[in-house]
């Protein structure tokens, strides 16, 4: 299929590859992200008006009428696109690629201008319309390792860039699967696979070439770091 | 509209235009000059609730940063020690006599005990040195990279009282990371 991004990057070009045969949309992976980056709790209102944070959400599409019914789970997130229409559009360069393939938001350049989170095919950015609120009970359970995003701050998923600081840092090599972003390690049934590219032995990479794999609107051309790995019915 | 009101008109709205344009070019000027910034702690040591003297630990005791700052080598904090830690040499050097045995120490050590029956309370520590929350500096990469606490905290070993020595503003953190050919990338402090 489509062969591996042509990469100049130095060292690492992270990305994710999400098998749907194993996806069963249990939500772990949005849980797991809310409590790692630091997310503010999304009330109904929050859903109903459109307002609600999340860095990966579990969308969910019927197939067929019951009884002969079907549920198809695609997680979103930020796909981290090499080509990404969220970059061009920011005026103070807050949203630029990296060296490491990530698409990166420098929360304290944001002005909120929102034109990134226009631009986005995959509805991955997300606006801080208030200023986030926990219950006094959370308040000692936030990340420390996580900047707290104020009221007009765009904001997005990381690939739990903490965690690859953590790792990464003071250039030490590291092994492939040594960490994972909170969502890739909360996935009860291993959907998700996150790695180096870079890296031909990495297991990302050989899923990266499943005869499975597509990207998201990929039509759109935005080269995302993020595969999904087709579902093939059994009966089909 | 009469010839005399403009005569008045326009020299007032001349004059308050160009109030307004002196207010924002003096914000802007003040923004961008103001030094040192309004940091606590910031050539002036705030008063700790324990006058802990750096000066008779460090240069009289002879104590490295790391006997009592010990994860600044390996952690994101280099962390205050606990008070059980301060009590155990306190109570190992009141029985060898090298403790000193002014009036004014005495109180100050009196203090790490505590409630004989409760135990020591976590001593409230003001904070000096503080960053904002949207800069994630580690202490341990600067250190394992060879730098000596005093580059950043200035000669604490000679300080009474602990004050900030550097603004610790971006820019003094990028002119020493392009200095030493450390990653300029936005994130390698800022997510």
Same mark, same amino acid.
């Given at each position: 299929?489509?062969?591996?991004?042509?990469?100049?990057?130095?060292?690492?070009?992270?990305?994710?590859?999400?098998?749907?045969?194993?996806?069963?949309?249990?939500?772990?992976?949005?849980?797991?992200?809310?409590?790692?980056?630091?997310?503010?709790?999304?009330?109904?209102?929050?859903?109903?008006?459109? $307002?609600?944070?999340?860095?990966?959400?579990?969308?969910?599409?019927?197939?067929?009428?019951?009884?002969?019914?079907?549920? $198809?789970?695609?997680?979103?997130?930020?796909?981290?696109?090499?080509?990404?229409?969220?970059?061009?559009?920011?005026?103070?360069?807050?949203?630029?690629?990296?060296?490491?393939?990530?698409?990166?938001?420098?929360?304290?350049?944001?002005?909120?201008?929102?034109?990134?989170?226009?631009?986005?095919?995959?509805?991955?950015?997300?606006?801080?319309?208030?200023?986030?609120?926990?219950?006094?009970?959370?308040?000692?359970?936030?990340?420390?390792?996580?900047?707290?995003?104020? $009221?007009?701050?765009?904001?997005?998923?990381?690939?739990?860039?903490?965690?690859?600081?953590?790792?990464? $840092?003071?250039?030490?090599?590291?092994?492939?699967?040594?960490?994972?972003?909170?969502?890739?390690?909360?996935?009860?049934?291993?959907?998700?696979?996150?790695?180096?590219?870079?890296?031909?032995?990495?297991?990302?990479?050989?899923?990266?070439?499943?005869?499975?794999?597509?990207?998201?609107?990929?039509?759109?051309?935005?080269?995302?770091?993020?595969?999904?790995?087709?579902?093939?019915?059994?009966?089909? | 509209?009469?010839?005399?009101?403009?005569?008045?008109?326009?020299?007032?709205?001349?004059?308050?235009?160009?109030?307004? %344009?002196?207010?924002?070019?003096?914000?802007?000027?003040?923004?961008?000059?103001?030094?040192?910034?309004?940091?606590?702690?910031?050539?002036?040591?705030?008063?700790?609730?324990?006058?802990?003297?750096?000066?008779?630990?460090?240069?009289?005791?002879? %104590?490295?940063?790391?006997?009592?700052?010990?994860?600044?080598?390996?952690?994101?904090?280099?962390? +205050?020690?606990?008070?059980?830690?301060?009590?155990?040499?306190?109570?190992?050097?009141?029985?060898?006599?090298?403790?000193?045995?002014?009036?004014?120490?005495?109180?100050?050590?009196?203090?790490?005990?505590?409630?004989?029956?409760?135990?020591?309370?976590?001593?409230?520590?003001?904070?000096?040195?503080?960053?904002?929350?949207?800069?994630?500096?580690?202490?341990?990469?600067?250190?394992?990279?060879?730098?000596?606490?005093?580059?950043?905290?200035?000669?604490?070993?000679?300080?009474?009282? +602990?004050?900030?020595?550097?603004?610790?503003?971006?820019?003094?953190?990028?002119?020493?990371?392009?200095?030493?050919?450390?990653?300029?990338?936005?994130?390698?402090?800022?997510?």
């Amino acid at each position: 299929m489509a062969t591996r991004t042509q990469s100049t990057r130095a060292d690492h070009k992270w990305g994710m590859v999400i098998d749907l045969d194993r996806c069963t949309g249990c939500q772990a992976c949005v849980i797991a992200c809310q409590s790692e980056n630091n997310i503010p709790l999304n009330d109904q209102a929050a859903f109903l008006d459109g $307002r609600a944070i999340e860095w990966i959400r579990v969308e969910r599409y019927w197939e067929g009428d019951y009884p002969d019914i079907k549920a $198809r789970f695609l997680p979103v997130l930020c796909q981290h696109c090499d080509n990404a229409p969220c970059e061009s559009v920011c005026p103070v360069y807050a949203t630029y690629h990296n060296n490491e393939g990530l698409n990166v938001q420098v929360y304290n350049r944001c002005v909120g201008t929102r034109f990134c989170g226009n631009n986005c095919p995959y509805h991955a950015r997300l606006f801080n319309y208030w200023e986030p609120v926990w219950p006094e009970d959370f308040r000692n359970q936030l990340n420390p390792d996580v900047t707290v995003r104020t $009221r007009g701050i765009m904001e997005k998923c990381t690939f739990c860039i903490q965690r690859i600081r953590r790792s990464t $840092r003071g250039g030490k090599q590291v092994e492939d699967q040594a960490f994972n972003p909170a969502c890739v390690q909360a996935c009860p049934t291993d959907a998700m696979t996150f790695g180096d590219l870079n890296n031909p032995d990495s297991r990302v990479s050989h899923k990266w070439e499943d005869e499975r794999a597509f990207r998201v609107l990929e039509a759109l051309g935005t080269n995302p770091s993020v595969k999904y790995l087709k579902q093939v019915d059994a009966h089909a | 509209m009469s010839n005399s009101l403009i005569k008045i008109a326009v020299p007032v709205i001349g004059l308050v235009a160009a109030l307004v %344009l002196a207010f924002v070019a003096y914000f802007f000027v003040q923004a961008w000059w103001a030094q040192p910034p309004a940091v606590l702690g910031f050539g002036d040591g705030p008063t700790q609730p324990i006058a802990f003297p750096h000066t008779v630990h460090v240069t009289t005791a002879g %104590l490295d940063c790391q006997f009592c700052h010990r994860t600044v080598s390996t952690e994101e904090a280099a962390t +205050v020690p606990a008070v059980a830690q301060c009590q155990f040499c306190h109570d190992f050097t009141r029985i060898t006599g090298e403790q000193s045995s002014s009036p004014t120490a005495e109180a100050e050590i009196a203090k790490l005990i505590g409630d004989p029956l409760e135990g020591p309370e976590p001593i409230n520590w003001v904070r000096v040195h503080r960053l904002p929350d949207h800069v994630q500096f580690v202490h341990a990469p600067h250190i394992q990279q060879g730098f000596s606490c005093s580059t950043c905290h200035g000669d604490i070993a000679s300080m009474e009282v +602990v004050e900030q020595v550097r603004n610790l503003k971006m820019r003094d953190c990028v002119d020493c990371h392009r200095d030493n050919s450390a990653p300029t990338d936005c994130t390698t402090c800022h997510y």
